[in-house]
């Protein structure tokens, strides 16, 4: 199969679908791989490395999108890239189609086959695909967290993990999976005030069991939330429904009530947001202020740490990516039902029910698709 990646085009997005180690495992394989002049940028990775693996450099994109059998990304295309794409061809990246309309429309009209990371399963319903991101952007939330309290940067000018004489500041975490896991972990180890508020009772209880008292942890509903939001330094957005938009957790009417200058990090912000007040911002404005709170809420946090997102990323997508190229995408689907889960839109049909339920289309079950075939 020949295989293309592009270069990504999001704002400040300086990850790379295939590393040079990916590319010469495909090309090793025997499939023909084209990777766009300066794609790998963003990591370290050279041309030069990348022809070393066995690839072939293109100058621009039109000739993988127009060439290529598959592709592969890190981010979903952007609407330059949706106008190239075309039926028969497999796009293999993130999608988070649920809380975007105009992208999955746009798929659905080129007849492309999409399938997206996120929504790829394990097993026990883990995400084997979005969880090294997932442990990165928990992690980079305290960070960012931290950096926006600041006062320079428009924060309560308050220092995470306080001074002796100094009460530590107070997180509070949204979600106990692995981007609240993570997160949690950061505060820990800075010494924070922490608390993680979760719904699942052995979610709860795993995560007791692993901090002990250096995090608390309370059941999620309505009265625990807000009374955990109006007395947060920063707050932690970190809930998950796989495939589907991020429910809105916290409104503007909660804010009201929180401390001037305390900040919110919404790491669901790819699914939509789980603040009522949360929009998708960028690396080069990450934050905005709403009723004197600051919100973060970068799309594509792990951009930022490029070198380490991608080799993790890498390290979960290709193995999927070698059986795509190898059997085709029926047949690698057929063989694998986890990886059939993440097959969000072929030839005009969405195939994932979440995303065909929150944004009204027709429901093709991929099922369906493979027995057809």
Request: glycine share 8%; proline share 9%; net charge negative.
């Given at each position: 199969m020949r295989v293309g990646c592009p270069k990504e085009i999001k704002n400040h997005e300086y990850r790379v679908g295939l590393t040079p180690e990916s590319a010469g495992e495909l090309v090793h394989q025997g499939h023909d791989v084209w990777i766009e002049t300066g794609a790998g940028g963003g990591i370290g990775a050279t041309d030069e490395?990348?022809?070393?693996?066995?690839?072939r450099i293109v100058?621009?994109?039109?000739?993988?999108?127009?060439?290529?059998?598959?592709?592969?990304?890190?981010?979903?295309?952007?609407?330059?890239?949706?106008?190239?794409?075309?039926?028969?061809?497999?796009?293999?990246?993130?999608?988070?189609?649920?809380?975007?309309?105009?992208?999955?429309?746009?798929l659905v009209e080129s007849g492309v086959t999409a399938i997206a990371y996120e929504t790829v399963t394990g097993p026990n319903g883990t995400l084997p695909l979005l969880k090294p991101m997932s442990q990165v952007a928990g992690r980079m939330s305290i960070q960012a967290g931290a950096s926006a309290l600041e006062k320079a940067h428009g924060g309560r000018g308050v220092l995470l993990g306080g001074v002796p004489g100094v009460l530590p500041g107070k997180v509070v975490v949204i979600g106990g999976g692995v981007v609240g896991f993570n997160a949690a972990q950061m505060a820990v180890g800075l010494g924070a005030d922490v608390t993680i508020l979760d719904r699942d009772p052995e979610v709860l209880e795993r995560l007791g069991i692993h901090f002990e008292s250096r995090a608390k942890t309370r059941f999620s509903n309505k009265a625990a939330l807000e009374e955990e939001v109006c007395g947060a330094d920063l707050i932690i957005g970190a809930v998950l429904i796989p495939g589907a938009a991020a429910p809105k957790l916290v409104s503007r009417q909660m804010l009201r009530c929180m401390k001037p200058g305390s900040v919110l990090v919404d790491v669901a912000i790819d699914q939509g947001g789980c603040f009522e007040t949360s929009r998708a911002t960028t690396h080069a404005e990450p934050t905005y202020v709403v009723d004197e709170v600051v919100h973060y809420?970068?799309?594509?946090?792990?951009?930022?740490?490029a070198r380490t997102s991608t080799y993790a990323l890498n390290n979960v997508t290709l193995p999927h990516a070698l059986k795509i190229a190898q059997l085709g995408w029926r047949g690698a689907l057929a063989a694998n039902p986890h990886l059939a889960e993440g097959l969000n839109v072929h030839e005009g049909r969405v195939t994932y029910r979440a995303v065909a339920e929150e944004l009204g289309f027709d429901y093709t079950p991929t099922a369906e698709l493979l027995h057809a075939a």
């Open positions: 490395e990348y022809r070393g693996a066995g690839a100058e621009g994109p039109d000739p993988i999108f127009a060439e290529c059998e598959m592709v592969v990304k890190v981010k979903e295309p952007q609407a330059v890239e949706r106008a190239k794409l075309r039926r028969g061809q497999v796009l293999y990246t993130y999608l988070h189609l649920a809380p975007d309309p105009e992208q999955t429309k746009e809420c970068v799309a594509n946090m792990p951009g930022a740490v």
